[in-house]
């Protein structure tokens, strides 16, 4: 994944503002050169290995392949990172980068919080000042996540404007940007933006997918047949296919929010429904959800974390290449999947990451058992209580939250 | 007339040119109406449409809520175009859209280019779109005899600005300092440091914008900007005061 001018077939590209030409200048000189010094990325699996959990584990799912009666089912574990999700690989790394920018100030937006989460805690590690730019409706869907990332010491800031979600908080950190570039950087927390992001944070993601290919022809002799990953704005994803990206045998699939259906019109499908068309906005060019007039659609999804309107520009490029197939997991698919992988396998997915499981348990059952799938789990889910809780409408747990409520309006 | 020698025309009889700007749809067409003519009525030189975008990247809170309500009340596209004809058609003075690159890629950027000539439109200004960027823009600005305003910003190099100036047409809009569009600018000796700088690296008109919002201000510019840019602070007195005060707040700056 690396690319001069940041264009992947005809996708990405760097439309910013003229006021940040210089910074990123500055940002692409420090990453090019981060990333031929091989000390950096030495410095960088280090730091993943002693303050995350690096290398994540790849589990052999044997309940849930037995359930399914065909491929063996493995799940590379980025839920073990710290803070919980593969969005601490892309923060340690931009948190590196920026000690050699010598900034002391980093601003991040985030959807499902996770991102947030962990730009917070590099924060707290390095001694950044923090400020994370946060969609009003995720402030209220992501409550927990909130109060950890001020307890962190950041600053959050909901943001009011536009659809209130992941696309307006990017809007919002780039406002900050222009006005604080000459001591803040801009974590983004994905692999979209204007160059060099997508390239820059699709190889600090790439630790995953060089870890699950050794580790699966380990366990399991061999490259496995299909990898699995959700696809928000495409960071996990590109994470673990660069692991097999050199392997054409190997079919690597992009899940997309299905949201309430492709046909209602309630999705963040961008490349799996036929909703999407090529637009530029939030610096580059890819896949939007948008309309005739070019202007952007709100999208649906349960998991915040895909929520968004446009997609990484190099999936798009593999998308269209036909190297990557994309499909899509619907709301309730979701919810079904998740609870079938906690009573199988003890195991609690992200309602984004449970995305990947729903098409993975599509397609097992069809294989053959000296085949391997590798399901990217690229976060845990107990973040999610409140937004999984709801979704089971689980009575014992609302009655808590009710009795809470009471207790602290007692105590007011 | 090529637009850039319009504007030199212009100058010479006056201190120093104002633009201003609208959102075109905020809060209605009808408004947006009225406020074109008593800017015109009170010798604005030059305007700025923007055409609303869901993604107002490089602009501020006034003109983000302006984009947001404006699409909310439905405003499309073809409604800015056919308003914008209109109002070349009513008034002598030059038009200009901004709008974000989106708006035009979408459309195809030639046939946007094809159908702002035909609306009487002089020129653009997109925030987003750097030249390294615009390759078919700058073509198509060039074939259809519209201005490709480029933008200079407190950070850009000398050799910077001499790059967007060669790539530029019409004027150069330079951003007075960091940030977004709708707060408050200081003309400390950086600034004019800055516009100096701007002034050496091109022969085309410097129109300088983004926290101008009164008389002071306007006259400080006075010798050194060819154009005075009022962005957010008509929108914020039609909001608080209506359309009717537009006029006398322009005649005052002068
Ligand atoms: C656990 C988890 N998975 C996936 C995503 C989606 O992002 P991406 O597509 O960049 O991996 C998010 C985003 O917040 C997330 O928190």
Redesign the pocket.
């Known amino acids: 994944m690396k690319n001069l001018n940041g264009y992947y077939g005809q996708w990405g590209g760097a439309f910013i503002p003229e006021v940040l030409h210089e910074t990123f200048r500055q940002l692409k000189d420090f990453y090019d050169k981060a990333r031929q010094d091989p000390a950096f990325w030495q410095e960088y699996a280090d730091l993943m290995a002693t303050y995350s959990c690096r290398p994540t584990p790849l589990t052999a799912a044997d309940n849930l392949s037995r359930h399914f009666g065909g491929a063996r089912i493995f799940i590379k574990r980025?839920d073990l990172n710290h803070t919980?999700?593969?969005?601490a690989n892309n923060v340690m790394g931009q948190g590196l980068l920026v000690k050699r920018m010598g900034k002391g100030r980093v601003i991040a937006e985030?959807?499902?919080g996770?991102?947030g989460v962990a730009t917070a805690t590099m924060a707290a590690k390095f001694g950044f000042k923090c400020t994370i730019y946060m969609g009003e409706e995720d402030v209220m869907r992501q409550r927990p996540n909130v109060f950890w990332m001020e307890k962190l010491g950041a600053e959050v800031i909901p943001v009011t404007t536009g659809s209130k979600t992941l696309k307006d908080a990017i809007n919002a950190a780039f406002r900050d940007w222009v006005t604080n570039m000459d001591n803040t950087h801009y974590c983004l927390?994905?692999?979209c933006g204007p160059h060099p992001f997508p390239e820059m944070v699709a190889w600090f993601q790439s630790i995953i997918g060089l870890e699950a290919r050794e580790q699966i022809e380990r366990q399991f002799g061999k490259p496995p047949a299909r990898v699995y990953?959700?696809?928000?704005?495409?960071?996990?994803?590109l994470?673990i296919f660069q692991g097999f990206l050199d392997l054409p045998a190997v079919e690597l699939v992009g899940v997309e929010a299905g949201g309430e259906g492709l046909e209602s019109g309630r999705h963040a499908a961008r490349l799996a429904s036929r909703d999407g068309s090529p637009g530029v906005a939030q610096g580059y060019k890819t896949m939007f959800l948008q309309d005739d007039d070019g202007q952007m659609r709100t999208t649906h999804s349960v998991?915040?974390?895909?929520d968004y309107v446009g997609v990484?520009p190099i999936l798009t490029d593999l998308w269209e290449q036909g190297r990557v197939r994309f499909a899509s997991a619907t709301d309730s698919e979701v919810m079904a999947a998740l609870e079938l992988t906690m009573l199988n396998e003890g195991i609690i997915p992200?309602l984004?990451?449970s995305h990947a499981f729903v098409q993975a348990f599509k397609e097992a059952g069809d294989m053959s058992p000296d085949e391997a799938v590798i399901i990217n789990m690229?976060?845990r889910g107990d973040k999610d209580i409140f937004t999984i809780a709801n979704a089971f409408k689980d009575p014992s747990w609302q009655q808590f939250i009710i009795n809470k409520g009471k207790e602290y309006e007692a105590e007011r | 007339m090529k637009l850039s020698d319009e504007i030199a025309q212009a100058a010479a009889d006056k201190d120093i040119l104002l633009m201003t700007h609208i959102v075109l749809g905020y809060p209605s067409f009808e408004t947006n109406k009225e406020v074109i003519a008593q800017m015109v009525a009170n010798g604005v030189d030059l305007i700025e449409m923007q055409i609303p975008f869901s993604e107002p990247m490089a602009d501020g809170p006034v003109i983000i809520k302006a984009n947001q309500d404006s699409l909310l009340d439905g405003t499309r596209l073809n409604d800015c175009l056919n308003f914008a004809r209109q109002m070349t058609e009513t008034h002598a003075i030059p038009f200009l859209f901004m709008t974000y690159y989106n708006i035009l890629f979408k459309y195809g950027i030639e046939s946007f280019c094809r159908r702002a000539l035909e609306t009487g439109i002089r020129g653009f200004i997109v925030p987003d779109l750097p030249p390294e960027e615009g390759a078919d823009y700058l073509k198509y600005t060039r074939q259809y005899g519209l201005a490709p305003i480029q933008i200079f910003a407190p950070t850009s190099t000398p050799e910077r600005m001499r790059f967007l100036a060669e790539a530029g047409g019409g004027f150069i809009y330079c951003v007075a300092r960091r940030g977004v569009t709708g707060t408050q600018t200081t003309f400390d000796e950086e600034f004019n440091n800055y516009i100096a700088q701007c002034r050496a690296s091109t022969d085309m008109p410097l129109a300088v914008g983004f926290g101008i919002s009164n008389r002071d201000d306007v006259q400080s510019l006075v010798g050194k900007a060819d154009i005075a840019v009022i962005g957010s602070e008509t929108i914020r007195l039609v909001d608080r005061q209506g359309a009717a005060a537009v006029g006398p707040f322009i005649a005052g700056l002068r």
């Not at chain 1, 919980?84 to 969005?87: D, N």
């Not at chain 1, 998991?303 to 895909?306: F, K, R, V």
């Open positions: 980025e919980g999700a593969h969005k985030t959807g499902a996770q991102h927390g994905t692999a990953a959700c696809v928000g704005g495409g960071s996990n994803a994470g998991a915040a974390g895909l990484s992200a984004e990451s690229s976060g």
